[in-house]
């Protein structure tokens, strides 16, 4: 148990699509809660790092391959010795309705959206099994749940998401790890940013809560599930969606 006031203090937080968006928020509000960061992105993530202003360590890499996730645990193990938290947040989201989809953007969103959550679970279940403690936050979307035609492979692959979620918790929950997958809405980051303005807003608009999702309101459920205090939540599907997913 960690008994510091810091709730990550100690902890080693690996952040895929750390560069920006959502991704450099929960590296961030990680950091602010004492975890050191690995900060994994096909970008370079700078700018991130300067963010956090300390030890984090900029880890460029492509999370499809298995080849770079084991060159990442290599980096990691020199410098911080483990990896307790993996935040997969790294995807990919293009508006193409069935009519124009082809099967290499299908794969290719697969292999960005859940591919890599497969890989990171074989790269890093071992050590966090022999520690007796680990967190996979695995982000999906609620865009699963309402409707936003040209969005089926995306859908498709955040589905997915869930389902590795649910089938991984029951695999390593023996070994102290939980597994779970948060839902954010649509939020301002480059992913939307060309959405036209008018479904940005008829979108959130569908919300309790009626204004546009920032990536720092995302970060907060990212760090509660990754902290200790989460210990016996695992297997879930958690929105961050301002109430706009309906459990029916
Ligand atoms: N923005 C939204 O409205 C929204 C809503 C729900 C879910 N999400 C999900 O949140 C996550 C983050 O999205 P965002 O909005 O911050 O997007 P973004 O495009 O701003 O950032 C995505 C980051 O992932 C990185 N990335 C892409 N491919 C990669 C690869 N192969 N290897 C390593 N890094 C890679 C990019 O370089 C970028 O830094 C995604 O999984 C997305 O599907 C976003």
Redesign the pocket.
Known sequence: MNDSRLSHEGRVAIV????????QAIAVKLAAHGARLVL????EAQETARMIGDESLVAT????SAADWARIDTMVQERFGQTDIVVN?????SNKRIDELDFEQWKRTFS??LD?HFLSAKQFVPQMRRNNWGRFVN?????IGIAIPGMSH?MAS?MGVIGFVRGLANDVADSGITVNAV?????N????QDMPEEVKRQTWQQQAIKRFAE?SDIAGAVCFLSSDDAAFITGQAVPVDGGQYKIS
């Open positions: 895929t699509g750390a560069a920006r968006g959502i991704g994994v992105d096909i970008e890499g492509d999370v499809t947040n790294a995807g990919i989201g960005i959206n890599s982000i999906s979307s609620n865009s995306y955040k839902l954010p809405a649509i939020t980051t480059r992913l939307t990536p």
